[in-house]
């Protein structure tokens, strides 16, 4: 009876991390409030005392202080908002979140491997709610005149207003970018992570 109860555990402990390797995306991404903004946010990296998160530069405002990271109240000790891309970086207490996060990290190799139909999975909080949007690769670097630079183009349905921030997968759940926009119907605007990480280097963060 023992042998079978520790076969049928390690079966269930098998189950659970392999749905956990197939969502890698579900402790990599927080709701973010900034005063009057709300979207979402990537945990980016992790340093001795802070998380460093990356979202929208529309969703954080001029001068955040204070957020509130998935419920809860947090210090922003610094920020960085860029003044090249809608992109800001926030470095909030690791003490002050509710539970820990996976990083990112900043690896361009998912997003290099890209082409025109690949798969995606843009992942966030909308409304209270987890939400996971289907999408596909429509271009992975064209000029968009209503940002004023290259990002990547993706078709994807059930996108909502008040997503910006979200996390940006492919198909094997690497990281590959973040949303910042979209045309209300099922055309996005996502923020490669190549890009993300040019301005992490040049907000003076990179390389501490």
């Given at each position: 009876?023992?042998?079978?109860?520790?076969?049928?555990?390690?079966?269930?402990?098998?189950?659970?991390?392999?749905?956990?390797?197939?969502?890698?995306?579900q402790?990599?991404v927080?709701?973010?409030?900034?005063?009057?903004?709300?979207?979402?946010?990537?945990?980016?990296?992790?340093?001795?005392?802070?998380?460093?998160?990356?979202?929208?530069?529309?969703?954080?405002?001029q001068?955040?202080?204070?957020?509130?990271?998935?419920?809860?109240?947090?210090?922003?000790?610094?920020?960085?908002?860029?003044?090249?891309?809608?992109l800001?970086?926030?470095?909030?207490?690791?003490?002050?979140?509710?539970?820990?996060?996976?990083?990112?990290?900043?690896?361009?190799?998912?997003?290099?491997?890209?082409?025109?139909?690949?798969?995606?999975?843009?992942?966030?909080?909308?409304?209270?709610?987890?939400?996971?949007?289907k999408?596909?690769?429509?271009?992975?670097?064209?000029?968009?005149?209503?940002f004023?630079?290259?990002?990547?183009?993706?078709?994807?349905?059930?996108?909502?207003?008040?997503?910006?921030?979200c996390?940006?997968?492919?198909?094997?759940?690497?990281?590959?970018?973040?949303?910042?926009?979209?045309?209300g119907?099922?055309?996005?605007?996502?923020?490669?992570?190549?890009?993300?990480e040019?301005?992490?280097?040049?907000?003076?963060?990179?390389?501490?």
């Open positions: 009876m023992k042998k079978k109860c520790f076969v049928a555990s390690l079966v269930l402990a098998c189950i659970i991390c392999s749905l956990a390797a197939c969502k890698p995306e402790k990599q927080v709701s973010l409030v900034i005063g009057s903004g709300s979207g979402n946010a990537v945990v980016l990296e992790k340093e001795e005392e802070n998380y460093v998160l990356c979202t929208a530069a529309h969703v954080v405002g001068e955040p202080k204070v957020a509130v990271v998935d419920g809860m109240q947090v210090t922003v000790e610094e920020y960085y908002i860029s003044p090249n891309v809608d800001a970086f926030l470095k909030v207490p690791i003490e002050e979140t509710e539970q820990p996060y996976q990083v990112t990290g900043m690896d361009t190799a998912s997003f290099n491997e890209l082409s025109e139909g690949d798969g995606i999975t843009i992942y966030g909080f909308w409304g209270g709610q987890e939400k996971r949007c999408g596909s690769v429509l271009s992975c670097w064209i000029y968009m005149e209503d004023g630079y290259h990002m990547l183009w993706a078709k994807a349905s059930d996108v909502k207003n008040g997503m910006s921030g996390g940006v997968f492919d198909q094997q759940g690497g990281f590959i970018g973040i949303l910042c926009g979209g045309d119907k099922e055309e996005v605007a996502v923020l490669p992570v190549s890009m993300i040019a301005e992490w280097k040049n907000s003076g963060y990179g390389g501490r």
